[in-house]
């Protein structure tokens, strides 16, 4: 299965033109993290840049050289591959002290602290990028601020960008078999062997057990992002909204009451990540979300074997890039600075600047 390709929201607008640069150094992303080790504790932090590296072989790296196991190795999210990425790394006290670490040219300790707690996924704020555009024709800047405009205000949709669904997709294709496997062997007879069952699973199943089901929810969320813009209402009975400068989400009783309260940026539209634990839908917005999950294919044994892996959430629909700025660098090229919340992705920005394809390679 191919997984789907949204849409532009900037089709109307005319593009700046370009790509992205082919240098690591033309895509650059800093975590910002939820907090900032306070100096004390018993887990050694240390502010990483690394340069072609995906997170996962620089957790594998940073506990093979500090003599620690790679599940001891904690870090808040993971990162671009083909870049320049900085991101805070947590390890235990045992460790081996940093300044023996060899870690090669790729990767580079720039700062290192400590802490009371271990990193655990989730515990960043978002990221800022600087991206170079490449090959921008004349006019490129203005077209820019044009299109940055419209991504302030009213922001863009907040799609799960192709690196999640991997190279030409295939992250997909693996997490249905995954799906397919998992309730394959739940169903085999309480008297089968271990092996067969899968309870003797390596680290690499144990990442797919929790990577392959979300790229399902990313999948269908991506579906009901499109079809939810495709209405013209811009509040439906039902929807769950989130509370702005909150986690917290309830479900719409009254479109018109709550219509204000969208409007000047109180609540926000949400989506489902789908799990039991996601709060559902209701009346209109709850049909609407049953049909793309229907029309996705997955029957009711999947799905129950999704939620044991994956117990949901809700996600914004949209997001605003904070501190967009453009400035030309030369001529035929760009520079791209903004932030964006964590889960979001650098490249959905890149794309409505470039009208580029959404699986166009890096």
């Not at 808040?76 to 870690?103: I, N």
């Not at 077209?143 to 009213?154: F, G, H, M, T, V």
Request: net charge neutral.
């Amino acid at each position: 299965m191919q997984p789907f390709q949204p849409p532009l929201s900037t089709a109307s607008l005319p593009p700046v033109g370009g790509s992205l640069g082919p240098l690591p150094a033309h895509f650059v992303v800093e975590e910002i993290p939820a907090y900032l080790p306070s100096g004390e504790g018993d887990h050694v932090y240390v502010f990483v840049q690394k340069t072609l590296q995906n997170t996962v072989d620089v957790a594998r790296r940073i506990a093979q050289v500090a003599g620690v196991q790679q599940r001891d190795v904690g870090y808040a999210g993971l990162k671009d591959r083909k870049a320049v990425t900085r991101q805070w790394f947590s390890l235990p006290l045992r460790s081996k002290p940093v300044a023996e670490w060899e870690l090669g040219p790729d990767i580079v300790v720039l700062e290192s602290s400590r802490h009371k707690n271990k990193l655990r996924t989730g515990h960043l704020n978002g990221n800022r990028f600087i991206l170079t555009l490449e090959g921008v024709t004349a006019g490129g800047l203005e077209r820019a601020e044009a299109i940055a405009a419209r991504l302030r205000d009213p922001g863009i949709p907040n799609y799960f960008g192709p690196q999640r669904f991997g190279r030409g997709g295939s992250n997909l294709d693996a997490g249905l078999a995954w799906l397919q496997s998992m309730q394959n062997r739940a169903e085999l007879p309480e008297g089968e062997t271990g092996a067969r069952r899968g309870d003797r699973r390596g680290p690499r199943s144990r990442f797919d057990d929790k990577m392959l089901p979300s790229v399902v929810q990313s999948e269908i969320f991506n579906r009901y992002v499109a079809a939810r813009l495709a209405r013209p209402e811009p509040l439906l009975p039902g929807e769950v909204v989130r509370l702005d400068g909150s986690s917290r989400c309830f479900v719409v009783e009254n479109a018109e009451k709550e219509l204000p309260r969208l409007e000047s940026g109180d609540i926000h539209l949400t989506g489902p990540m789908i799990g039991p634990k996601t709060v559902q839908a209701e009346a209109l917005a709850g049909e609407l979300e049953a049909l793309i999950v229907r029309d996705f294919g997955l029957e009711e044994g999947s799905l129950e074997q999704l939620g044991k892996n994956a117990p949901g959430a809700r996600r914004d629909l949209f997001l605003k890039p904070t501190d967009l700025v453009v400035r030309s660098l030369t001529e035929d090229s760009l520079e791209l600075t903004f932030g964006l919340p964590a889960g979001s992705y650098a490249t959905q920005v890149l794309r409505e600047m470039t009208h580029g394809e959404w699986h166009e390679p890096r």
